[in-house]
């Protein structure tokens, strides 16, 4: 499995992003995906996970209302949306698949995809 992050750039506090993450080589439909980030200098950490069918949902209480995982398995992509948007959430941000219904931790991920820069001033 091939996975692509795209859709990240600048932002101003407040505003909104909207992130997607295109496999190839696999269909997505029976994979968990994951969005983790790692911002300078911390570890990597976790953000979004959703199961293939996309009926189960996990949000780190950090982005928790915030932020919106889903997925298009039709289309193979797997989607963040972020609104409300603060300068701690400046980070690379990696979309990841599990071979696993769904996961919250790095190890439990198999294929990672290359990441997007996301910078959010204040």
């Known amino acids: 499995v091939q996975l692509q992050a795209f859709g990240g750039g600048s932002a101003q506090a407040g505003g909104s992003l909207r992130l997607s993450c295109a496999a190839s080589?696999?269909?997505?439909?029976?994979?968990?995906m994951g969005w983790f980030r790692q911002a300078p200098g911390k570890e990597r950490e976790f953000v979004a996970a959703?199961?293939?069918?996309?009926?189960?949902?996990y949000h780190a209480d950090s982005v928790l209302g915030r932020f919106t995982i889903s997925r298009d398995n039709s289309k193979n992509t797997v989607y963040l949306q972020m609104n409300s948007l603060k300068p701690e959430d400046t980070a690379v941000y990696y979309c990841?698949?599990?071979?696993?219904?769904?996961?919250?931790?790095?190890?439990?991920?198999?294929?990672w995809g290359q990441g997007t820069m996301v910078t959010v001033s204040s």
């Open positions: 080589g696999r269909t997505l439909s029976a994979l968990g």
């Open positions: 959703i199961n293939g069918p996309g009926g189960v949902i």
């Open positions: 990841a698949a599990s071979r696993r219904a769904i996961a919250t931790v790095t190890s439990l991920y198999d294929y």
